[in-house]
Structures are given as structure tokens and as C-alpha cells.
């Protein structure tokens, strides 16, 4: 079946280095999104990426979307206290395109 | 309103019991959507509305899921003969129109549901 994979499922870095993790779908994907949920929370909105190539910043993180469109990654740069959290890569499938198909997660902790 | 809306926050129930959780979306979102979210994973995808109409509900575990929009705004997912595995954060999200081809979805803060 469809399916959006993650990696790494856990990632521990100490304040200040640097984060990435990968999203790969099984198919081309029309567009792909990022969410973040923090502990206790709800996922949240961070950056939608359509185009194929497309590179998308947001003050220290860089989203990029693959040539095929079949996968993307999520960059931070000097990670801070208030990047912990578990970031998801999500992309619609089925013929509807509604079915938004979410990975399993990276859940990024930053030591102090 | 100004967010999504989920009701109850919390809900323990026995095994074997009926269920209904209710969304209210953003005012003027045509989109709704209802995830599960298991400790540990990402939200799984069960069924979404366009309008009153249920759009996709090829994510539902089987036909002891249910989920109705009979006005299209508010929504209630229905579990009926509740079993243990059903327990999770069930999600609701809401977005302005999933045609425009930008379906970036707000979510509401879940409802935990434990079955006993």
C-alpha cells in the first residue's frame, strides 16, 4: 500500500548542532507537508512543498522537496530547546487525493 | 470558531460500549478529517468529509466505525462494542477547501479515548 516512510524515529542532539530528517514515499506525490507536534500536543501546520526541487526556508529550517517528488527532508540549523518535538512528513494519495497519509515521525529531544 | 474543536477532551469507556466524539471545525472549512493516533505514531488517517458528504472513509478498521457530517460543519465519529485496541487520540481536522489542491489541515487538540 501507500506508504510515507521516516527516519530516524528518534534523534537526540545537543543544543546548538544540527537536525535532518528524511521523509521517502513508495509513489509520486503531488505535494508534500510537514507538521510538528510537541509533547502533549496536536500536529501543527509548518510548510507545504509542490514544486519538484522546491527548497522552502523558515528562519533555521530548510525544507526540500526530491526531484521525483517522491521524497523531502527537513533541516535545522542550531537547534534550540523549543525545536523538541516530533516532526511528520505528510502527502495525499488515493484517487481522491484527500487521504493525507502521515509517516511514523521523527521525535527530535535537544539536551541544554 | 477560531479553531478546531473537539469534544470530550477525555473519555474512558467500558469494552463493549458506544462512543461518540464530536469535531467542530473552523467556520467556513468545507474539509473535515478524523485521524487515530496511537502512542508512538503518526496520525492514521480514517475517513474525510467535503461538504456533508463522506469524500474517502477507506481509512475506517471496519464497520464498527461510523462518522456523520449531516449539516456539513459539525462532525461525530461513532465507535459502537468499543474494544481495547480502539483506544487512542482520535483527531479531527478541518481545512478551507481541499479542491484548491492545498489541503493544509488545522487540527484540533484530540479526544483521548481509553476503553476499559
Known amino acids: 500500500g501507500q506508504q510515507v516512510m521516516q527516519i530516524p524515529q528518534y534523534q537526540h542532539v545537543q543544543e546548538g548542532e544540527d537536525f535532518t530528517t528524511y521523509c521517502n514515499s513508495s509513489t509520486t506525490l503531488s505535494n508534500i507537508q510537514w507538521y510538528k507536534q510537541r509533547p502533549g500536543g496536536h500536529p501543527v501546520f509548518l510548510i507545504q512543498l509542490v514544486k519538484s526541487g522546491e527548497v522552502k526556508k523558515q528562519k533555521r529550517l530548510t525544507f526540500q522537496f526530491g526531484e521525483a517528488k517522491k521524497n523531502s527532508s527537513l533541516h535545522i540549523t542550531a537547534t534550540q530547546t523549543t525545536d523538541v518535538g516530533t516532526y511528520f512528513c505528510?502527502?495525499?494519495?488515493?484517487?481522491?487525493?484527500?487521504?493525507?497519509?502521515f509517516g511514523k515521525g521523527t521525535k527530535l529531544s535537544v539536551k541544554p | 470558531g477560531a479553531g478546531v474543536s473537539q469534544t470530550p477532551s477525555n473519555k474512558v469507556t467500558e469494552k463493549g460500549k458506544y462512543v461518540e466524539l464530536r469535531c467542530d471545525p473552523i467556520s467556513g472549512h468545507t474539509a473535515l478529517y478524523w485521524y487515530r493516533q496511537s502512542l508512538g505514531q503518526g496520525p492514521e488517517f480514517l475517513i474525510y468529509f467535503q461538504g456533508t458528504g463522506a469524500a474517502d472513509d477507506s481509512g475506517l478498521p471496519n464497520d464498527r466505525f461510523f462518522a456523520v457530517r449531516p449539516e456539513g460543519s459539525v462532525s461525530t465519529l461513532k465507535i459502537q462494542r468499543t474494544e481495547r485496541g480502539d483506544s487512542a487520540v482520535y483527531l479531527c481536522?478541518?481545512?478551507?477547501?481541499?479542491?484548491?489542491?492545498?489541503?493544509?489541515?488545522?487540527f484540533g487538540a484530540g479526544s483521548r479515548l481509553t476503553v476499559l
Open positions: 481536522a478541518s481545512s478551507l477547501d481541499r479542491t484548491s489542491g492545498a489541503n493544509v489541515l488545522t
Open positions: 505528510a502527502g495525499p494519495y488515493g484517487g481522491s487525493q484527500g487521504n493525507l497519509i
